[in-house]
């Protein structure tokens, strides 16, 4: 399985972006979904994610209510709507998925085998 991260870029602050994980070699359907996120200088951070087929999508607390996890089976693409973005958000996302997923591991960096290439979203004050 081959994940493409894309759709990063340059936004003002209070703006939107939407990024897409576009997933290939097979359906991810049966697969664990998530978007992490790395800072500068700082770990990777779980954004949010579902560990397993018709599981829930959970979010981290600091992009409740302002990010949106959906999936298009039929392009086998995730995507990321991230809304009223502000400098805090500013990272290298990447998508990753895992077949092995249990949710206790959801937010779990190493519980993921597969890795998209990251793409940079920059958020100007």
């Known amino acids: 399985v081959q994940l493409q991260a894309s759709g990063g870029g340059l936004v003002q602050a209070g703006g939107s972006l939407r990024l897409s994980c576009a997933v290939s070699?097979?359906?991810?359907?049966?697969?664990?979904m998530a978007w992490f996120r790395q800072a500068p200088g700082k770990e990777r951070e779980f954004v949010g994610g579902?560990?397993?087929?018709?599981?829930?999508?959970i979010y981290t607390d600091s992009v409740k209510g302002r990010f949106t996890i959906s999936r298009d089976n039929a392009k086998n693409t995730v995507y990321l709507q991230m809304n009223n973005l502000g400098p805090e958000d500013t990272a290298v996302y990447f998508c990753?998925?895992?077949?092995?997923?249990?949710?206790?591991?959801?937010?779990?960096?190493?519980?993921?085998?597969?890795w998209g290439q990251g793409t940079l979203v920059t958020v100007s004050s």
């Open positions: 990753a998925a895992s077949r092995t997923l249990i949710l206790s591991s959801l937010r779990v960096p190493s519980a993921f085998n597969y």
């Open positions: 070699g097979g359906p991810f359907s049966g697969y664990g």
């Open positions: 579902w560990h397993r087929r018709g599981g829930t999508t």
